[in-house]
């Protein structure tokens, strides 16, 4: 089964409106992260959110996970034509060392 | 802030050759993983490493796959004989636990494979 499933595929907003972008998977979940990553270049971690939280906040980001949907939401608020990349939901499951990727959003800020 | 760091940056290499690509992971973690980037593709996770040995492979880690902590800071990933499609970027991690812990990526390797 596919776990990490983002959608939009892509999204294109103007500066100073708010992202949001979903994740789903298939599978029960010991937590889920969400990554940044500029073309080209190396992950960056944003948030990690436990199976047992419900939202999670740092800086300009809200997170929220949806255990009994099997989703999660990264809210960007206030957005910045530099928050222009892509962004990977990643799920571990319990008793795995491995996160399984998302195929991402590829999110463009216009300034 | 600690980070993970990868060497080379950049491998340009000939098929059926072999390359060691290397990373140095933050110094307090305890866990170690492997990951690639085909261009355009998901990230996708090769291998987890735990008290020097394998923890966890993917079954993309095969016999032309190993990896090795050869003393107390490098992790490295060997392809024995590179093919064409090993041609990706190579993602280095780590994590202080792996149960509920972040990990921790690098900038990755981008290997290609001519």
């Known amino acids: 089964s596919q776990q990490g499933e983002e959608d939009p595929q892509a999204l294109s907003i103007q500066e100073g409106e708010n992202a949001t972008m979903n994740c789903s998977y298939k599978t029960s979940i010991n937590n889920l992260q969400w990554y940044r990553q500029n073309s080209g270049r190396g992950l960056v971690h944003l948030i990690l959110?436990?199976?047992?939280?419900r939202e999670k906040h740092s800086g300009r980001l809200r997170v929220t996970l949806d255990t009994s949907k099997k989703s999660s939401s990264l809210l960007i608020t206030a957005s910045r034509a530099a928050d222009t990349a892509s962004y990977f939901c990643a799920t571990q499951r319990r008793g795995t060392y491995k996160y399984i990727f998302g195929t991402g959003t590829r999110l463009k800020v216009l300034a | 802030e600690p980070e993970v760091t990868q060497t080379p940056s950049h491998q340009v290499t000939q098929m059926g050759q072999e390359v060691i690509l290397r990373c140095v992971p933050i110094s307090n973690h305890l866990y170690f993983y492997w990951y690639r980037q085909i261009l355009g593709q998901k990230v996708e996770f090769l291998v987890s490493f735990y008290n020097n040995e394998i923890s966890e492979k993917s079954e993309i880690f095969d016999d032309q796959f190993s990896v090795e902590r050869p003393d107390g800071s490098n992790f490295t990933l060997k392809i024995r004989s590179t093919k064409l499609e090993d041609s990706a970027m190579y993602f280095c991690a780590s994590s202080v636990r792996t149960d509920q812990e972040t990990q921790y990526f690098g900038p990755g390797t981008r290997l290609l494979v001519l």
């Open positions: 959110i436990r199976s047992n939280e």
